[in-house]
């Protein structure tokens, strides 16, 4: 199908977009690369008002390789992740996880703050946010605020975004020397949303693990149970792998049952856990 | 209907139009301009036959805005020069109805020039954004493959 009839406008700074968005907020959406817009714009899911496209704004797009953290403006696409040195030196997850998302042409598109922003459950971003501890820089005409990507998912395409409020840059603080990344999802087809995904951070000799899963809540969610049971604790794989199938409680789904999803899971972990074996 | 005037350069010349908001660049490509080589499938950007390049980048056709394209360089098949390709493909029977062929050309061409010697893996990943409903994708593969040798690669 044809997107709905809707105004355009194309702010030259973001001083001039979070204006807009100031004045259209409720009834506008804004669009970056448009890879999950458009397609809900052709079907008619989505019938905004008017597009406000922030695709140009230039002090979006930058990397910033900090002190004690890298910043990552909303607009840098997703084939720019993966090529950055910054990013696969301070974040290989990041790396791994964009190999997964849709395709080459989509992710020549497809930006970062995109995905955070449309909040797809199974989206691999959101559970790499929610691993790696970021947090989210919203902006608006009533100023700026950081939010932890804990608190930014809200549930199925929900977040902690005000209508007024654009997602501006993405921190993450850097991890120790040693830091332990592994990405590793299940899709029907290469490029496909996933079934299940896992995201594990942790220091040397599993200090600290924080493990992410996405697809199987209404948000991206951390494995609170398991990640406390494998802290500085290789030794209970075993009983990990078995307790963080029973952690979640995915969603009825005629494709895929919950007991599919939990096994799944369980064999993410086990994958994982394997990769870390002397 | 609201309409934006816009400028680009399309296929190497100057174009100015006025369109709709709501146009996707490979509407406009096909009906404003008739470069009908780039074909409409699915338009939720799943099947990859609407590829064309934006600033020297393959993208989605359907997923971009004639508006978001204002200012942009966008080529379609009609230009490309990849007659070894397009050759290859012919030989080793890897199209029939060629709807598909079109994207594939060009995201097969992306690869080759980013990676001049993929593996048969790498072929098949590449190109997991373009469907193709007739051949079974093992010509498409071999085709890419035997262009990379030919290249040197």
Redesign the interface.
């Known amino acids: ?8 406008l ?1 702010p030259e700074t973001l001083a001039e977009a979070m204006d807009m968005l100031s004045r259209h907020g409720e009834d506008g959406a804004i ?1 970056a690369g ?2 999950s817009l ?2 809900l ?3 008619r899911l989505a019938g905004p008002e008017r ?1 406000i ?1 922030i ?1 140009r704004l230039a002090a979006l797009k930058q990397i910033v390789d900090g002190d004690g953290f890298v910043e990552i403006g909303a607009l840098v696409r997703h ?1 720019d992740l993966a090529s950055s040195e910054a990013v696969a030196r301070a974040f290989p997850l990041l790396r791994q996880a964009v190999g997964h998302i ?5 992710r ?2 497809g930006t970062i703050g995109g995905s955070l922003a449309m909040a797809d459950p199974a989206a691999e971003l959101g559970a790499c946010c929610l691993a790696l501890e970021a947090e989210m820089s919203l902006q608006s005409v009533r100023g700026q605020r950081w939010v932890r990507a804990v608190d930014f998912f809200a549930g199925i395409y929900e977040t902690a975004l005000a209508p007024d409020e654009i997602l501006t840059a993405v921190r993450l603080p850097r991890r120790g020397p040693d830091s332990v990344q592994i990405f590793s999802e299940v899709a029907r ?3 496909d949303f996933a079934i299940a995904g896992l995201a594990l951070v942790a220091d040397n000799h599993m200090a600290n693990p924080r493990l992410a899963l996405l697809g199987v809540a209404d948000r991206p969610i951390l494995a609170e149970k398991t990640m406390a049971l494998l802290a500085n604790n290789m030794a209970a794989a075993d009983q990990a792998i078995e307790l963080i199938g029973n952690e979640i409680d995915p969603a009825e789904d005629p494709a895929y049952p919950p007991a599919y999803r939990r096994q799944l899971v369980r064999t993410l972990l086990r994958r994982t856990l394997m990769e870390l074996l002397p | 209907m609201k309409t934006l005037r816009i400028s680009l350069t399309v296929n190497g010349e100057v174009v100015e139009r006025e369109v709709p908001a709501r146009l996707n660049l490979v509407d406009f490509l096909r009906h404003d301009l008739g470069f009908t080589g780039s074909h409409v499938g699915c338009e939720q950007g799943a099947c990859g036959a609407c590829t064309v390049l934006v600033d020297g980048e393959t993208v989605r056709g359907c997923l971009l805005l004639a508006v978001q394209a204002d200012g942009c360089k966008v080529e379609t098949i009609e230009i490309m020069e990849f007659e070894d390709l397009r050759a290859a493909f012919h030989r080793l029977n890897a199209l029939q109805c060629g709807f598909c062929t079109p994207g594939m050309l060009l995201s097969a061409q992306e690869l080759l020039q980013a990676k001049p010697k993929p593996s048969r893996a790498e072929i098949r990943e590449y190109l997991s954004g373009n469907f193709c409903r007739c051949t079974g994708y093992q010509a498409i593969v071999d085709a890419v493959e035997a262009v990379a040798r030919a290249r040197g690669g």
Do not use: T
């Open positions: 199908m044809k997107a709905p009839d809707f105004d355009y194309r669009i448009g890879q458009l397609p714009l052709n079907f597009l496209d695709g084939c849709a395709h080459p042409a989509v020549h598109r087809r290469r490029g």
